[in-house]
C-alpha cells in the first residue's frame, strides 16, 4: 500500500481524484464504551464490508482497504473517544481515507459502494453546533469556545476589552464600577462619583469596543457565529450598539455570567439549545422550498436533479432522512438499478455525493415535512 493520505475535509475527500470503490462504515458508540467493544465492533464491520467488495465488487486488493483501516485508527486519538461521541465513520477506497468522530447516533453500517456512502456525515455537519459564547455583564465580557463538543473559556490578550475600565482607561465618565451576584438573577453595581446617565454612556460605549473587537478577532467564519449571554437588558443594549449583526446568532443565552456556577448552566443550556437549533433549522430551510417553489427553481423530478447534479446546476438538494432508492449514478451519467452493485448502493447518497463535489448544499430533514423523498432548488428556472 503506497501513496495513502488521510482527509480531514469531506469536500476535499470527494474531489480527490481517486476511483472507488469505497467501503464505508459507521460505528454506534454508547457512553463509556470499552475499547475492547469498540475495537471487536470495527473489525467484524470491516470485515461484512470486504466480503461484500469481494464477492460484490471481485476487488483483489481487499488487504489494502483492511490496513489503511487499522494504520489509521492505530495511529490517531479515535480511541480516546469521550461521552460526547456518539458514532464514528470510515470512508476509504484503500488509498485514501477519510475519519470522523460524530455526536448524531447512528446504527452500525458497513457497506461497499462505487461513491462514498456520506449520508450520517452530512447529518452530523448539519447538526454542528460550534459557535463562540460571548457573556457579558456591565462591566466584564468572558468570551467561549464551543468546537467540536467541547466548550472552553478563551483567555484573551492583554489589549482585549476584557473590562470596562480596561477599554475606557481614563475616558471612564462614571466612576470605578463593580458588578455582583445578588441573587434571582440580579445584579448590583456599585461605585462613586458617578450618575445614572454617566454611567449608561460608559455602557454603551464599552460595547461598542466590544463588539468592534469581536467582530475583528472572532467575526471571520460566518458558520461559527457568535451566541449573546448576559442579563436581558445588557443583551438589548449589545444588540442596539452591534454594527454587523450578521456575525451574531439569533439565538441567546439569558445567563447572569456573575453566578459562581455560570460555566455549568451554558452547557445544561447548550442541549436545550440545539433542539431550538434543530427546529429553526428544518423550518427555515422548509421556508426555502417554498421560496424556490414560487420562483420556480424547484424540482422533484429525480432524473432532472441528477443531471443538474452532475453539472452543477443544484443550488441545494434537500433529502428525507432515513430514506432509500436502489441505485447508483455511473460514470456516463446514466442510473443503474438493477446490478448487483445497484441493489447495494443508495441512489440518494450518490446525489448528495455529486452535489457536494460540484459546489452544491445538502440539507436532510425529516421525512415526513418532504412531499418527495428528495427535491431540490436549482440553480436556473425550471
Known amino acids: 500500500m503506497q501513496n495513502t493520505k488521510q482527509y480531514v475535509s469531506l469536500t476535499e475527500f470527494l474531489r480527490a481524484p481517486q476511483d472507488g470503490p469505497f467501503v464505508s462504515i459507521y460505528m454506534g458508540i454508547e457512553p463509556n464504551q470499552?475499547?475492547?467493544k469498540s475495537t471487536i465492533t470495527l473489525k467484524n464491520l470491516v470485515k461484512?464490508?470486504?466480503?461484500?467488495?469481494e464477492t460484490t465488487w471481485h476487488v483483489e486488493n481487499v488487504e489494502d482497504y483492511r490496513k489503511i483501516i487499522e494504520e489509521t485508527l492505530d495511529s490517531s486519538s479515535l480511541w480516546d473517544l469521550n461521552n460526547d461521541i456518539k458514532s464514528l465513520g470510515v470512508i476509504t477506497n484503500g488509498k485514501i481515507i477519510f475519519t470522523r468522530e460524530m455526536s448524531v447516533d447512528t446504527k452500525d453500517i458497513?457497506?461497499?459502494?462505487?461513491?462514498?456512502?456520506?449520508?450520517?456525515i452530512l447529518l452530523d455537519y448539519q447538526?454542528?453546533?460550534d459557535s463562540y459564547l460571548l457573556g457579558i455583564s456591565y462591566d466584564k465580557i468572558r468570551l467561549y469556545d464551543f468546537s467540536d463538543r467541547h466548550l472552553e473559556e478563551l483567555d484573551l490578550p492583554e489589549d482585549a476589552p476584557t473590562t470596562l475600565q480596561k477599554a475606557l482607561g481614563d475616558d471612564v465618565r462614571g466612576g470605578e464600577t463593580n458588578s455582583?451576584?445578588?441573587g434571582n438573577g440580579k445584579v448590583s453595581v456599585h461605585g462613586h462619583n458617578d450618575t445614572s446617565a454617566e454611567k449608561e454612556i460608559d455602557h454603551k460605549r464599552y460595547y461598542q469596543v466590544v463588539d468592534k473587537y469581536i467582530v475583528e478577532n472572532f467575526g471571520g467564519d460566518l458558520e461559527k457565529p457568535v451566541i449573546l449571554m448576559g442579563l436581558p437588558q445588557n443583551m438589548t443594549l449589545f444588540k442596539e450598539v452591534n454594527k454587523q449583526p450578521n456575525h451574531f446568532s439569533k439565538f441567546e443565552l439569558d445567563l447572569n455570567p456573575t453566578e459562581l456556577d455560570y460555566d455549568q448552566k451554558i452547557k445544561d443550556r447548550i442541549e436545550k439549545f440545539k433542539q431550538e437549533r434543530t427546529d429553526s433549522f428544518v423550518q427555515d430551510n422548509l421556508g426555502e422550498i417554498d421560496k424556490a417553489r414560487g420562483a420556480k427553481?424547484?424540482?422533484?423530478?429525480?432524473?432532472?436533479?441528477?443531471?443538474?447534479a452532475l453539472h452543477g446546476q443544484v443550488d441545494t438538494v434537500y433529502l428525507g432522512q432515513g430514506e432509500r432508492i436502489n441505485g447508483r449514478i455511473m460514470q456516463n451519467e446514466t442510473i443503474d438499478t438493477t446490478s448487483p452493485q445497484a441493489?447495494?448502493?443508495?441512489?440518494?447518497?450518490?446525489l448528495a455525493d455529486?452535489?457536494?463535489?460540484n459546489g452544491g448544499n445538502v440539507k436532510i430533514l425529516p421525512s415526513d415535512k418532504l412531499d418527495e423523498v428528495v427535491v431540490a432548488k436549482l440553480r436556473y428556472t425550471v
Not at 461484512?48 to 467488495?53: C, D, F, S
Not at 427553481?297 to 443538474?308: E, G, H, M, R
Not at 441493489?343 to 450518490?350: A, E, F, Q
Open 34 to 36: 470499552p475499547v475492547e
Open 48 to 53: 461484512h464490508a470486504l466480503e461484500v467488495l
Open 110 to 120: 458497513a457497506m461497499a459502494t462505487s461513491l462514498p456512502f456520506i449520508l450520517p
Open 127 to 129: 447538526s454542528n453546533f
Open 180 to 182: 455582583v451576584s445578588v
Open 297 to 308: 427553481l424547484l424540482s422533484t423530478d429525480l432524473n432532472q436533479i441528477i443531471t443538474a
Open 343 to 350: 441493489i447495494h448502493n443508495n441512489l440518494l447518497s450518490d
Open 354 to 357: 455529486v452535489t457536494v463535489t
